[in-house]
């Protein structure tokens, strides 16, 4: 009885080993070629959530324009928006998160890359207050 007791308890623990290794951290994998961030995007779409005055959550997830990231590839970049004037900053990619320092400020944006290839981005910024997922098209390299 003792030894069906530890086969079944050794069984167990292999199979808790394989599945944390099955199941291991695949972020990396919406990031295809890090380059792909070069170029000029134009926002498309944006899903999240607010906090409103009341202290309860506003959700949109609607199409969405006239807002423009420009990254170049010694790690400088701006955006703006449509009538608008630049907001300059420099930028790092490390593993999925993008970092977005504007020069007129010293904190960071922190970004979670969630799909990175030659023709979309997609990124969400998480504040206490708000969480937005914004998906843009490369319009050029």
Known sequence: MKALRFLGMTLLMVLCVANFTACSDDDEESISNPNDIIGKWELTWTKGWELNDDGHKEYWDEADSGLYFVFKDDGTGYHYEDYGSNAYFNWELEGNQLSVTYTQF????????????????????????????STYKKIAG
């Open 106 to 133: 010293e904190d960071a944006d922190i970004y979670k890359v969630e799909e990175l290839n030659s023709s979309t981005l997609k990124i969400t910024g998480t504040d206490d207050d708000e969480v937005d997922t």
